[in-house]
């Protein structure tokens, strides 16, 4: 799986300036091959958690990749117009809340009550991003936390069945496994070279690859979520056991991979008060995450430069400032980072419109980081523009949104 990822790496780079290729479009063979001894020196410093060996290889890399530098695997698609004006709050209170009963059926843990891998047609974050929404949603909205709480302890408890010995939240392996996309492409190669890694139906260790915490650091953060809300001690204790299985993940090439872990771990961090987990949720965002990034604000390589990439990111960094306190020796760097990051997205959404993503964020670090205008006018923008003309809805972003300026959600 590592191979086949190093090439949508080598499809990137980083440069103070803009790409000058088309987005979407992938580098002549010259340049890849270029770029192969910085990257191999990229998998060294990370497997020794050398951050300088890890900038030293990601600046070789720019070099090696000039105008190919953050130029994304996937060209971002805008709606227009970027209208900055104030939006109708609670017309998007009452659009989520319509969108929760509409979708209460097609809820994993009623859908499948069984968690049977075979009928499942996704990992499983399909159960962890609609638990956490929920759950933040009855925390947000005290007139809806007798509703919404029994439907958080029906899904919390579906999810630690789940749960594999070993603490890994596994991936299942089911008709979601398409080899024409790029998931199910890398899953069914690593399965055909190593079919042992598949037990009963599930993928329950990814041989470093790093993928499985991806729907782990979800898994694990909506457990965090639903013990916030009920105070169910099974919940955190599940959450522990992931966060014992994240802290241990090495370090690997994709830096979102890297970022699922240190979000969840700094996450966990503020929910025990374990310093063992903020150091590892640190250690991971400074060496596996930071080194990526262009001074511009994106990450050099092609697959994290596109925008969903750059919101996972952004999204798991901001759940790491919140956990490291005002003199830790990180928190200015990591501000550094996260102001340039959101910078990025907000003054293309300004110029160019809503992605469908980064509403999040910018509702995250208004909260987190504090209020400032340019973020503040691309989140009206994607608040005016979700869901009009063809643009995709808010989705479960709505819940940080109706969480700003709340304490339950800083």
């Not at 139906?201 to 953060?221: E, K």
């Not at 105070?231 to 056991?241: T, W």
Request: with cysteine.
């Amino acid at each position: 799986m590592n191979r086949v990822f190093l090439l949508l790496v080598l499809a990137g780079g980083a440069s103070c300036a803009e790409p000058t290729v088309q987005p979407g479009t992938r580098p002549p063979r010259e340049v890849v091959e270029r770029v192969q001894p910085a990257l191999e020196a990229g998998r060294a410093g990370l497997a020794a958690k050398d951050a300088v060996a890890v900038r030293a290889a990601a600046a070789r890399a720019v070099a090696a990749l000039g105008p190919w530098a953050g130029n994304p695997e996937t060209a971002t698609k805008h709606h227009p117009p970027a209208n900055p004006a104030a939006p109708d709050l609670a017309g998007v209170r009452s659009g989520w809340l319509k969108e929760i009963e509409r979708n209460r059926k097609k809820l994993p843990w009623f859908s499948n009550p069984s968690g049977d891998p075979k009928v499942m047609t996704a990992g499983l974050r399909a159960a962890a991003v609609p638990l956490s929404a929920l759950a933040r949603t009855a925390v947000i909205l005290p007139d809806q936390r007798e509703a919404l709480t029994p439907l958080v302890r029906t899904g919390a408890d579906w999810l630690v069945a789940r749960q594999h010995a070993s603490g890994v939240f596994p991936f299942p392996v089911g008709p979601g496994l398409n080899p024409q996309e790029k998931v199910g492409h890398l899953v069914a190669k690593a399965i055909k070279e190593h079919p042992e890694i598949v037990v009963d139906g599930w993928i329950p260790d990814d041989r470093t690859d790093g993928g499985l915490q991806y729907d782990h650091g979800l898994c694990g953060t909506a457990l965090i979520d639903a013990w916030e809300l009920t105070h169910d001690e099974r919940y955190l204790a599940a959450a522990r056991r992931a966060g014992d299985w994240a802290a241990a993940r090495p370090l690997v090439v994709n830096w979102n991979y890297n970022a699922f872990s240190a979000g969840f771990l700094a996450r966990l961090a503020r929910a025990t008060g374990d310093a063992k987990h903020l150091t590892a949720a640190v250690e991971k965002a400074e060496v596996g995450v930071l080194p990526g990034q262009l001074p511009t604000g994106r990450w050099f390589d092609a697959h994290n430069a596109c925008a969903v990439y750059h919101n996972i990111l952004l999204r798991e960094l901001l759940e790491v400032f919140a956990a490291v306190p005002a003199e830790h020796p990180f928190r200015p760097t990591l501000r550094d980072a996260l102001v340039r990051g959101l910078d990025q997205a907000a003054n293309e959404t300004l110029a160019q419109g809503y992605t469908g993503t980064w509403t999040e964020c910018f509702a995250r670090a208004l909260s987190v980081l504090g209020e400032t205008p340019l973020w503040r006018k691309a989140l009206n923008v994607n608040l005016n523009a979700a869901g009009q003309h063809g643009a995709p809805n808010l989705g479960v972003a709505v819940v940080a949104v109706l969480g700003l300026g709340s304490s339950t959600i800083k």
